[in-house]
């Protein structure tokens, strides 16, 4: 059995809320450098004020957006591992509140939905927990910013309407709110389970690499004629219009009942800040 002092997480959570708000991950500017045509075109100066944005962020050590987003965590612990301290929900939370005032990262999460008091500390964080073999845990964070997790949604499909259904309902969804989502976007769309887990499938699938491929041929297939007909609605970086609306649509997915066809499509603005730790 491995111990792992519960200090160690909350050191490597403060570092994260920085260096995540800090950085675009690689694959993601590399995109965005690749479809960039220096052709003078708003589209085009668009996405090179992102990338200057990015160089920016990089250099002076300031946040990529203002909105720094919700805290949401991924982790994997292996059955051998033996946390010592505090439980790791409270050494999550300590640190996102400790990372997110010592770098000046925007708090914005209230402690009531209703009330709408901020809790100063940005916490709570969502945590998701997955056990596995092995004696190590490995942390992913996603700071995920409101205005595109505002433009994101649920529905519950009938069998019968298929995947011709679930692309209309993704199409529809981006076409009523993806201007409001700072794009070029990142989709995720979560098909299965049911109305409690078809959202996490989403939120997932948010996780995977540009340039990465589903494990499935057909939903491979489907992720590219999904990205194909996104990119054909033409609203463009930041919606002022361009053939790039979307970098990417990722498709992640689960059994679910036979009555039921949930979809559930999780927008991502083009900074996807997310990063990966293993301890």
């Known amino acids: 059995m491995r111990e792992i002092n519960s200090k160690d997480i909350i050191l490597q959570v403060e ?4 260096d995540i708000n800090y950085n675009l991950p690689s694959d993601v500017t590399a995109c965005i450098e690749a479809i960039v045509k220096n052709d003078k075109t708003i589209s085009d100066n668009i996405l090179q ?3 200057q944005n990015v160089k920016i962020a990089q250099k002076e050590a300031v946040a990529l957006c203002q909105d720094t987003g919700t805290a949401n965590f991924f982790i994997k612990i292996g059955k051998d591992v033996n946390i010592i301290g505090d439980d ?9 509140e400790r990372g997110y005032k010592k770098y000046f990262l925007r708090k914005s999460i209230v402690s009531d939905p209703i009330d709408r008091i901020n809790t100063q500390t940005n916490t709570p964080s969502n945590i998701y927990f997955d056990f596995v073999n092995g004696d190590k845990i490995e942390i992913t964070m996603l700071a995920k910013g409101g205005g595109s997790e505002n433009a994101s949604a649920l529905k519950m499909l009938v069998p019968s309407e298929g995947w011709k259904g679930i692309k209309q309902f993704v199409i529809e969804a981006i076409k009523q709110k993806g201007a409001n989502a700072c794009p070029p976007l990142i989709v995720g769309v979560g098909i299965g389970g049911d109305f409690a887990s078809v959202g ?5 699938a948010l996780l995977r690499e540009i340039g990465s491929n589903n494990i499935s041929k057909d939903y491979s297939d489907r992720e590219n004629e999904l990205l194909e007909e996104i990119n054909k609605l033409g609203i463009g970086p930041m919606g002022l219009g361009g053939k790039i609306t979307a970098l990417a649509a990722f498709i992640e997915t689960k059994p679910c009942h036979i009555a039921s066809l949930p979809v559930a499509v999780n927008i991502q603005c083009h900074s996807c800040r997310r990063k990966t730790i293993i301890l």
């Not at 570092?15 to 920085?18: F, G, I, L, N, S």
């Not at 790791?88 to 996102?96: E, L, P, Q, R």
Request: charged content about 25%; some cysteine.
């Open 15 to 18: 570092k994260m809320c920085a």
């Open 49 to 51: 004020e992102i990338l």
């Open 88 to 96: 790791i929900n409270i050494s999550i939370n300590k640190g996102v």
């Open 200 to 204: 996490l499938l989403a939120k997932k």
